[in-house]
Every structure is written in C-alpha cells, then in structure tokens.
C-alpha cells in the first residue's frame, strides 16, 4: 500500500499526465494539416523528420511562413515566435537588408568556384569582435566548426584527448547527454561534470601529458541554458593553459551575449572559438578561429598545411548575408538591447511562477533561456508537454524543451503577451501544480 505521500504524488502525476494527453489531443485536433505533412513526409524520412530536435510527439508544427516576430503554420495559425530558431533566428524573419544582400548576391551567380569578395569582409568583422580570433575559417554548421577546432587542436598539441562535459552539445555528432550518444565521432572523449571544479581539476591533472583539448561552451545551450560560474571557466582558462592543452569555447549560442560573446563579459581568451548560426545572416553557417599559430596550420600555401575544404564554405549567398546581418543588425548597441529585455524577461517569468507556486523554474542569461520542471521527477515529461501545448493554444511558440530565445523583433508588447498567456495558463492548472 502507499504511503499517504506517495499516494499524493502519485495521484498528481496522473492528473498531470491526463491534462498533458487532453492538451495534446486537442493540439492534434486543431493542426491536421501540420499532421498530414509529417504524415507524408514520413513515407520518406524517418518519422517524418530530418532534425531531431524539432521533434516534438505527436507530431511536430509545420510552419509554412515567418515575418519580424510572427510565424504561421499550415493550418493558418499565427504564433508569436519566441523559438528564434533556437537562437539562430536572432534578426527575426526575413529582415529587408539581408533578403536584399542575398538577391543582390544571386543576381551576380552562384557557384562562382573560386574566391568571392565577402569572406574576407566577414572575417574582419568577426575578428574585430573576437580578440581570441587572430585569424579563422568559416564551415556549413557549428557542429563542422567544432569538429575542425578539435582536429586543429589535435594537430597542433600532436595529443589526443579532449574534455568535454556532460550536458555538453556541439552538434548530432558531438554531443554529451546524459546515457551519452551513439552518434558521436570517436575521439577519446574525457567526460567531466559542468562547473565542479574539484573533479575538473582532477580530470586536468591525470590527463595532462595526452590532453589536447578542452571544448566547452561558456552556457550549456541544448543541455538546458545553465550559466557556466564564472570562476569554472577562469579554471578552465588557467589549467588547460599550464596543461599545454588548448581551451576551446563553443559560443555558437553564446556569441550572442554581448559584442565579443561570453568570453568578453568575463575577459576569457579562448586558444579557440568556433560561432555559427546567426552570423550567417539566417544561412547555414558555422566558423572556427584562434590563435595565429593554431589556425595557420592550415594556411594552403605551407607544405605540411592542414586541409580543411569544403565545397560551400564561402557560399556567396551566406558571405554576402553574414557581412550584412553583422554590420546593421547584430551590433554592440543591439545586442545590449535584446540581453537586457532577455534578463528582464526571464526574471518576470521568475517572479510569475513563484507568485503562482508554479513547479517550473527558468535558467539562463540574456537573451537565451529555459523553462524547467522544478523537480526531475516522473512527471516532469508530462509538464513539459502540458506547457508547450497551452502556449502552442494561447499562439505562443517556444522549442517543446522549453528554450526560448528572444529575437530583436520581438518586443516589450510581446513578452507582456507571453506572460499574461503564462498567468492564464498556470491559473487554469492551478489545482494540479498545488499538489505536485
Ligand atoms: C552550442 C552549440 N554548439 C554547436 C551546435 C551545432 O551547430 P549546428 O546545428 O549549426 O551544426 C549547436 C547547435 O544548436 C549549439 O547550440
């Protein structure tokens, strides 16, 4: 027999498990196109989908349309979106002065199979920005950029481990849940425990004489928006340093923070920093740079250079986006902006829950953030799915795991929408969080 606890528990998780199967019934209700097109597409890729992490049980929205801060899907729903395409949707949809910088670049031809006159402009740009940068080169994908910062970084060091930690995502093949990935490239991965120093330090010190590098990003992104603690990072700054191992950062979400990224609001320079999504202008994107004697290891005129192609790393359409995404839009006034509107934001979002003793919490800095269960417990799924579904309801639209990440378009209007759909909906639930 129960305890009389458990029974209270228990008998929560299954009203919230009740309320999360009605919201989600009436989410298949109200999207049968977006249904239909997963349907279909399923007959050709596997549960209809080719990114894993936009998908979403039963099936996923189908967005046929954005503009500024508003998307609408297949079934003519229009959302406030605060998904930012996972942060890569910092400038919003389809900001005039990048769609022009992409169709003045296709008028001049695609595929030109040789040099173009955007990259080297967009280099200097970011390597304005990032004094750990002296100089770089760009790839198709953030999860690219980290797998050459990690064969640059192995070359360079002739070692062959690499620290990473658990919670850790560099990209589909580079990543660090917990239970681990079979995807992952077979490095000899070194798995530590995000901000625990101690055992760090440990791991440091009896990997040292094989220890290529250490790749962490300054915030875990996909592992739920958790600040790394200042004084962690430093730690990682000096040891790895005395180590003869290179830092890596990941700031491919964090570049966003400020100017120059996470490592400028702490004064951290990494040997290595890799960026992508947003600094493409929207396209795919990704880039690795550093240290002058690092990266030219692959300067193409040296004997022993490192190669590193790829046949769109230059694309003109995203060289030609990046260099004006990142001279009008993503400016050091702008991004002070967006951060300062994101960390009011999260702590009204904060304040809101603790008000209605709602069992979520959120985590984050600046623009970039995460709604959480308060406790991982066996219901945690269900209240997950319970949220998304009423914000999805109420036009509101965040990543299913509770990301949200604030583009320049959204405004002060909106998150005010977004928090008074949040009170309705944590109101009309109120019973069952009381007894969770
Ligand atoms: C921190 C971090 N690193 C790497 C990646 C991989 O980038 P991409 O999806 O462009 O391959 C991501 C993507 O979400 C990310 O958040």
Not at 65 to 93: K, P
Not at 111 to 127: C, D, T, V
Request: charged content about 15%; aromatic content about 8%; some cysteine.
């Amino acid at each position: 027999m129960l305890e009389p606890n458990a029974a209270k528990t228990a008998h929560s998780a299954d009203a919230i498990k009740s309320a999360a199967d009605s919201a989600a019934r009436q989410y298949i209700a109200s999207n049968p196109l977006s249904g239909a097109i997963n349907a279909d597409a399923a007959h050709f890729l596997p549960g209809g989908n080719t990114r894993t992490s936009l998908w979403t049980n039963p099936f996923p929205l189908c967005m046929v349309s954005g503009h500024d801060q508003h998307l609408i899907d297949a079934d003519g729903h229009d959302y406030i979106d605060f998904l930012g395409e996972f942060t890569a949707g910092i400038y919003g949809h389809s900001p005039k002065i990048v769609n022009d910088a992409i169709i003045a670049a296709l008028a001049d031809g695609v595929n030109l199979s040789s040099h173009n006159k955007w990259e080297g402009k967009l280099a200097s740009m970011i390597i304005d920005r990032f004094p750990s940068m002296d100089l770089l080169r760009f790839t198709n994908s953030g999860t690219e950029a980290n797998l050459m910062a990690l064969a640059a970084a192995k070359a360079f060091t002739g070692r062959s481990k690499i620290i990473v930690f658990e919670g850790g995502y560099h990209g589909g093949v580079l990543s660090f849940p917990p239970g681990g990935s079979k995807t992952n490239v077979p490095h000899e991965f070194v798995l530590g425990t995000y901000n625990d120093q101690a055992d760090t330090q440990r791991l440091i010190e009896e990997n040292k004489n094989n220890l290529a590098a250490i790749l962490v990003e300054p915030m875990l992104g996909a592992g739920g928006c958790i600040p790394g603690d200042p004084a962690f990072l430093h730690m990682l700054r000096d040891m790895s340093a005395a180590a003869g191992a290179l830092l890596i950062f990941d700031e491919i979400q964090t570049s966003r923070l400020s100017a120059g990224g996470r490592q400028a609001l702490l004064g951290i320079t990494a040997d290595i920093t890799t960026i992508g999504k947003f600094f493409g202008g929207g396209l795919a994107f990704g880039c690795f740079g550093g240290r002058l004697d690092i990266m030219n290891q692959f300067n193409p005129s040296r004997v022993d250079a490192l190669p590193h192609a790829g046949t769109f790393n230059n694309n003109t359409l995203t060289m030609a986006a990046g260099c004006a995404a990142v001279e009008h839009l993503l400016t050091p006034q702008a991004l002070v902006q967006i951060n300062e509107r994101g960390d009011r934001f999260r702590e009204d979002i904060q304040a809101l829950f603790a008000r209605l003793g709602a069992p979520f919490r959120v985590s984050g800095l600046g623009s970039i953030m995460n709604i959480h269960p308060i406790s991982p417990s066996m219901h945690s799924a269900d209240l997950r799915n319970l949220l998304f579904f009423e914000l999805v309801s109420a036009g509101i639209y965040i990543a299913a795991r509770g990301l949200i990440a604030l583009s320049l378009s959204i405004t002060d209007e909106d998150t005010a929408t977004f928090l008074a759909a949040m009170e309705g909906i944590l109101i009309k639930h109120k019973t069952l969080f009381l007894t969770t």
